[in-house]
T-cell receptor, first 112, second 113 residues
């Protein structure tokens, strides 16, 4: 069974700090990786996608991918209370096109 | 304009009933999905259609039947509802069946009593 694993949290950080969210996956040939943010009672919203090893930055968000270690992470700089949400890591199943396999999500709480 | 819209947003029904959830996307995407999110927030795919063709059919009870009248619509019909069917059901779409990002609808919270 292909899996994506995340720490469920909650991860609590003070406002202004860096929040670090981690994800590991079991399918070595996975090629596409996504981070979704889900506020309570809302739908998942894509915030980052990454396809190659290294870092990808978008504003306060940085995604990091290490395919050799089968590890993808999301860093949120200058965390804000509005960043408080559940962050879902998702990996494409390469055998089934657009199918996304999700981790169980990490709940982030940013304290003012 | 809402990109992926599903109705209803909330659905409360009794065990044994049959219900449908509708989904429409106006993004011009070829591929649509149904995902189920359980009480622990775990999101898992159920079905996927590409241009009205079923391409992903996960291990779900055959009481669940998707229908895609055209590539902009994907409905989910559930027969003989059970308590364990209570969850949030999300419709999503993506440009094509390749590995690209999915856009989610607002979800339908189904409660079976």
């Amino acid at each position: 069974q292909k899996e994506v694993e995340q720490n469920s949290g909650p991860l609590s950080v003070p406002e202004g700090a860096i929040a670090s969210l981690n994800c590991t996956y079991s399918d070595r040939v996975s090629q596409s990786f996504f981070w979704y943010r889900q506020y309570s009672g809302k739908s998942p919203e894509l915030i980052m996608s990454i396809y190659s090893n290294g870092d990808k930055e978008d504003g306060r968000f940085t995604a990091q991918l290490n395919k050799a270690s089968q590890y993808v992470s999301l860093l949120i700089r200058d965390s804000q209370p509005s960043d408080s949400a559940t962050y879902l890591c998702a990996v494409n199943d390469h055998n089934q096109g657009g199918k996304l396999i999700f981790g169980q999500g990490t709940e982030l709480s940013v304290k003012p | 304009d809402t990109a992926v819209s599903q109705t209803p947003k909330y659905l409360v029904t009794q065990m044994g009933n049959d219900k449908s959830i509708k989904c429409e996307q106006n993004l011009g995407h070829d591929t649509m999905y149904w995902y189920k999110q359980d009480s622990k927030k775990f999101l898992k795919i159920m079905f996927s259609y590409n241009n009205k063709e079923l391409i992903i059919n996960e291990t779900v009870p055959n009481r669940f039947s998707p229908k895609s009248p055209d590539k902009a619509h994907l409905n989910l019909h559930i027969n003989s509802l059970e308590l364990g069917d209570s969850a949030v059901y999300f419709c999503a779409s993506s440009r094509d069946r390749g590995p690209n990002q999915a856009f989610f609808g607002q979800g339908t919270r189904l409660t079976v009593v």
